[in-house]
Structures are given as structure tokens and as C-alpha cells.
């Protein structure tokens, strides 16, 4: 069965810091990994996907990942932090029999001055 | 385009009433996914639908729960004779159905149950 791992379920950057938010993966089946985020008292929003096409994914915001499979990771990395990032993040996993998504515990980002 | 709507944002219930949440797809979506956020915790799956049909239901708790997708109007999570451990966020998610498992979902605010 798929599962997903956020290492961290804090992590405080200062503005303009690198951010790193870890993700390990578990998957029986070539795995097709997503990353969210969400504001506060809101849905979910993508950040960007990975399917297969390119390992390094790009996607809004400044946010980029790099699926590693040697490693089973997918960590999604800003270089600069700005304070709007300040939120919950997500990584998902769809399940081997496609449809649901297995999501993480959410590690929540904050933004220091 | 609209994105997913879910009503109420908030529901108050007390222990032993019903609460019906509602979930409007976005245009063009055929697809329709509850998800589960309880207090910190991540997203659990619950239900995944297509208009008319249940396709995987294996995250719903067998007793209390139902959920249905009509030919017409928004999909509806059911919970009857609520409990407080009922208290959460439920989203709702839609997806078009090009492919089952690279498909982007596409999530609504929640609605946010809380049982007295």
C-alpha cells in the first residue's frame, strides 16, 4: 500500500531563507506524487505534481521538487522564503488502484522577520 | 470558472442529529472525492463518486456515513446521529476523469463540522 512521510511537522525559516520540506514516499507501483498547500481555515491548493515526465518539477510560487527514486523522495525546496509562504504543506501519493490520494501528516511552514 | 463549492463553511450539530455537507463539482468535472481532516492530522480519503455511482468507498466508516453523486445537483456526505469525534473538516475534491491516477484534484474550502 502507498504511504508518505513529512519528516518535520514544524519548520521555521527566516525570510529570505532556503526552504526544505521533506517528503519520503512508499510505493509498490510507479508513483505519481503531489504536493499542497494550505492556508489557513482553507482548501487545498496545488503546488505542482510529478508523472512520470521530469524529475524535477516546477510549479507556483518559486516551489520546485525533485523526485528521487533511488531515495524515494520528493522534497520540495523554495530558495528564497517570503512571509506569504507561511502555511501548511502537503504531500500526496495516488494510490496504487489510482483516484484517492494518500497524503502525509502536513508539515506547517513558518516565516520569521 | 468556478472552483469547488462546498456548503455550509460551518455546520453546528448537536450528538444525535444529522449533518448533510454538499459539494458542487467544478464545471466539467465528473468526479467527486471526500476527504476526512481531523484535528492535527492530515487528509484521509472517504469516498470516491461519478455521477450516480460509488466507485471506491473504502474509506467511509461503515455505520453513519453515506454519500452520494445524482444525476442532478451536488454531491452530499451524509453523517446521521452525529458524535463529537464527527468533528472535522470535510473537503471535497473533483477531478475531469482524463486519467485516473496523474488527474489533478482540485479542492474545495471544507466545510467545517463541529458536534456539541
Known amino acids: 500500500a502507498q504511504s508518505v512521510t513529512q519528516l518535520g511537522s514544524h519548520v521555521s525559516v527566516s525570510e529570505g531563507a532556503l526552504v526544505l520540506l521533506r517528503c519520503n514516499y512508499s510505493?509498490?507501483?510507479?508513483?505519481?506524487l503531489f504536493w499542497y498547500v494550505q492556508y489557513p481555515n482553507q482548501g487545498l491548493q496545488l503546488l505542482l505534481k510529478?508523472?512520470?515526465?521530469?524529475?524535477l518539477v516546477k510549479g507556483i510560487n518559486g516551489f520546485e521538487a525533485e523526485f528521487k527514486k533511488s531515495e524515494t523522495s520528493f522534497h520540495l525546496t523554495k530558495p528564497s522564503a517570503h512571509m506569504s509562504d507561511a502555511a501548511e504543506y502537503f504531500c500526496?501519493?495516488?494510490?496504487?488502484?489510482?483516484?484517492?490520494?494518500?497524503f502525509g501528516a502536513g508539515t506547517i511552514l513558518r516565516v520569521k522577520s | 470558472n468556478a472552483g469547488v463549492m462546498q456548503n455550509p463553511r460551518h455546520l453546528v450539530r448537536r450528538r444525535g442529529q444529522e449533518a448533510r455537507l454538499r459539494c458542487s463539482p467544478m464545471?466539467?468535472?465528473?468526479?467527486v472525492y471526500w476527504y476526512r481532516q481531523l484535528p492535527e492530522e492530515g487528509l484521509k480519503f472517504m469516498v470516491y463518486?461519478?455521477?450516480?455511482?460509488?466507485?471506491?468507498e473504502s474509506g467511509m466508516p461503515k455505520e453513519r456515513f453515506s454519500a452520494e453523486f445524482p444525476k442532478e445537483g451536488p454531491s452530499i456526505l451524509r453523517i446521521q446521529q452525529v458524535v463529537r469525534g464527527d468533528s472535522a473538516a470535510y473537503f471535497c475534491?473533483?477531478?475531469?476523469?482524463?486519467?485516473?491516477?496523474?488527474?489533478?484534484?482540485?479542492f474545495g474550502p471544507g466545510t467545517r463540522l463541529t458536534v456539541l
Open positions: 500526496a501519493v495516488t494510490a496504487e488502484y489510482g483516484n484517492k490520494l494518500v
Open positions: 510505493s509498490s507501483v510507479p508513483p505519481y
Open positions: 510529478y508523472t512520470s515526465a521530469a524529475t
Open positions: 463518486l461519478q455521477k450516480e455511482n460509488i466507485i471506491d
Open positions: 464545471k466539467g468535472h465528473s468526479h
Open positions: 475534491a473533483s477531478s475531469p476523469g482524463t486519467d485516473k491516477r496523474t488527474d489533478t484534484q482540485y
